[in-house]
């Protein structure tokens, strides 16, 4: 009876890239599926169709590519709502899951990081605020190689879905009800998330369409979303606006307790819902945000790719409003 292991010796490769050829891996260059169809065809193997089964039902590996924040002094809350949520769902599909930081591809070209990925039998992508400055991930979306959801970006094709918050619109929101709470809002200042951040951008053009329709004067600097930045940024220029805008939660920390230390008293929004804003017990309206939810909505997707459906643009909800403390112990 002709085994694996005679097909792999008369094609001239190893077992397992004639079980790769087999099961369709798509990181097999056609001269070696070319050769070994051949030596398949040569010798009349009849794969085991029971293995291929349970071959092709544990294929589906998903890589999440998650940006944590290490350079911090706190955990990052929001990355670790994204990996409960995405460890929880990946259960309920019968996932296994390999965690990557976006770091690790930093200095890898995209052959390179879909050659690493491959080698740990990846063949589905999650990867979290994806930015500007990720050309390399950027590029492996488009070679398709991967069946992706991207969180909070906003690019997509026929293996890929964005999943994600209105963030122009949420932005819009919640500036708009600091504003309208406020009588006094000559000048703004707005502390800006990354500058090549997708979602940056999309929250910042909010900004600029909400001046124009209501004429105040706006100072725009970029805390990249880190609260020693939103301190300093603060303490400049406290002495010459009305009203604090703030791209992140973290960053709105950072400035009320900036404000504190000068002694002054500005209004601050914040924006993405973590529950650290309870502990400054200043009412701070912010977009709340459900990161669990969304990594879960991720997987969902992911699933619905695997099933044969095309990528897509999946909006989910947000909700304007404030946290106290009693959000953080209840």
Known sequence: ???????????????????????????????????????????????????????????????????????????????????TGAFDRAQVHHMDVVTFFSSQFRDMTANQIREHLAAQRINCLIIYNMSKDDIHLKELVELEDFLTVLVDSSVYNRKTSTVTINHYQAQYDVASKTLRENDITDTILYIAGEMNSYVSEKRLQAMIDLQKEQGFKMIVEYGDFDEFKARQIVFQYASEVDIIVCASDLMAIGAVFALRELDVFHPVCGFDGITLMGYTQIAMNTVKQDFYKKSQLAFDEIQRLIEGGQGQYIEVPYTIGIIDYMDVIQ
Do not use: C
Request: cysteine-free; glycine content about 4%.
């Open 1 to 83: 009876m002709v085994s694996i292991n005679d097909v792999a010796k008369k094609a001239g490769v190893a077992k397992s890239t004639v079980s790769k050829v087999l099961n369709n891996y798509s990181m097999v260059s056609e001269e070696t599926k070319r050769k070994v169809k051949a030596a398949v065809e040569e010798l009349n193997y009849v794969p085991n169709s029971v293995a291929i089964s349970l071959s092709k039902r544990s294929f589906h590996r998903v890589g999440l590519i998650i940006d944590i924040q290490h350079n911090r002094q706190f955990v990052d809350e929001i990355g670790m709502k994204h990996l």
